[in-house]
């Protein structure tokens, strides 16, 4: 064996001759991840079963992946808020205002000063959208790093007064329509990359997936850590690429409504055959978003400083203090950072509904939690990753989904993600338990 724990060129063992649970040590990969991802293996085969195949269309997992990315992007930022050993109760109330005010502004009072369809118009609604929203976490995280004021009880009262001012906002109005590129944000009409970009995101998916691996085992070499045999971490990456490429195919056979492609077959002259046109859709332009957002926050999370703090406060709060870091500030970053993508999902939200409404964001916060959670996240804070919420998201979606195509009614829905949501704390409990100290 070399220094690192690589096996040297005369020393590999064949994998044949290991156990099957060697083999499986061997991937160092997260059991509670693996674990997710089985069940959600297992919840797709029997709603799809239970839909007469609905459920795996190519359709409906279309249009899981855009319903997915409003409470996916609010469960990245999430995640650091509990790993920080505190709790947002409040993000979908301030989903709905800030929603509320983006929408007015580009209805009421940007779009009618600038001219609707300006391009000025999103990017100013945007901006002030966002600032407004660190503006909200900023004050949530000052009372509760500066006053002492516990989380939930600062956030509690957050979700109901951002709900009234939501209100008192629109005078209970719904305002429609939206910017034209706000509907894209949401997936409308325009609303995805398409079929050849969607293959070309898919492509460099698969070559981040490749340097994410090297590099990270180069560091492990340099720190002296062991590091996976060179036979598992290939295994990691064609499995993980072929995900990757599957998914995009499946995406790419979700084609434009038959009305959709003759209008864009006669905005570029092109002949429609006899059995009608068949132009991908591709991946949506809020799953992209999704995807961004995930890719920023992993990388705050495991490659700055910014997320090391995050964890050490989660880990041993006294001890990140008389380790100098600034626990205080760090909480009221960590507020802003959350309140920062409540407003980008925000934008989502009002762009696929091409609305903004006094209901928009309502239980959105138990969907946010419940997904942070379910992926793995610890509400006893110090241990949780940003893709096992984007996993966490997508079975929370899935679920959602597969009732739905099964016919249960609301009430039987809400019943059976509290359920799971219960499960999942009990299971992060038992692993705590079994983890070795």
Known sequence: MSAHGDPEDGETTAVERRSFGDVLRSFDLDARMLGMLAALVLLSVLFN????????????????????????????????????????LSVGSVLGFVGMVMALLQAEVIGPALGFGHPLVW???????????????????????????????????????????AFV???????????????????????????????????????????????????????GLQVRPRWAEATIGVVACVAVLGAVTVLNRYYLPEQLAIA??????????????????????????????????????????????????????????????????????????????????????????????VGLGVTAELYVIAAA????????????????ALVGALVMQALQSGMVLTGLTTSQQDIVVGAVLVLAVVADAYYRRRAPA
């Open 49 to 88: 079963a239970a839909s007469d195949g609905l459920f795996l269309s190519a359709r409906n997992l279309w249009n899981l992946t855009v319903q997915m990315a409003v409470v996916a992007i609010m469960a990245t930022g999430m995640v650091l808020v509990i790993v920080s050993r505190n709790i947002d």
């Open 123 to 165: 990017p100013a609604t945007l901006a002030i959208g966002i600032l407004l929203g660190a503006a909200i976490g900023a004050l949530h995280g000052s009372i509760v790093a500066y006053l002492g004021v516990p989380a939930f009880v600062v956030t509690l009262g957050g979700l109901l007064a951002w709900r009234g001012a």
């Open 169 to 223: 906002v629109s005078t209970g109005r719904t305002i429609a329509p939206m910017d034209a590129t706000f509907q894209r944000f949401g997936g409308g009409a325009g609303g995805a990359l398409g079929g050849t970009l969607t293959w070309a995101l898919g492509g460099l998916a698969c070559l981040g997936i490749v340097l994410s691996l090297v590099l990270a085992r180069r560091q492990r070499q340099r720190f």
């Open 264 to 357: 864009y077959a006669e905005e570029r002259g092109l002949a429609i055959p006899p059995g009608g046109l068949q132009i991908p859709v591709g991946i949506a332009y809020p799953v992209v978003i999704m995807l961004a957002v995930a890719f920023v926050m992993t990388y705050l999370a495991s490659r700055r400083r910014f997320g090391r703090y995050v964890y050490a406060m989660g880990g041993n709060p006294d001890a990140a203090t008389l380790g100098g870091i600034n626990t205080k500030w760090m909480t009221v970053k960590v507020f802003i950072m959350m309140g920062v993508l409540v407003a980008i999902a925000a934008a989502v939200a009002i762009g696929r509904q091409n609305s903004g409404t």
């Open 373 to 388: 959670v379910i992926g793995g996240t610890s509400l006893s804070g110090g241990v949780g990753t940003v893709p096992g």
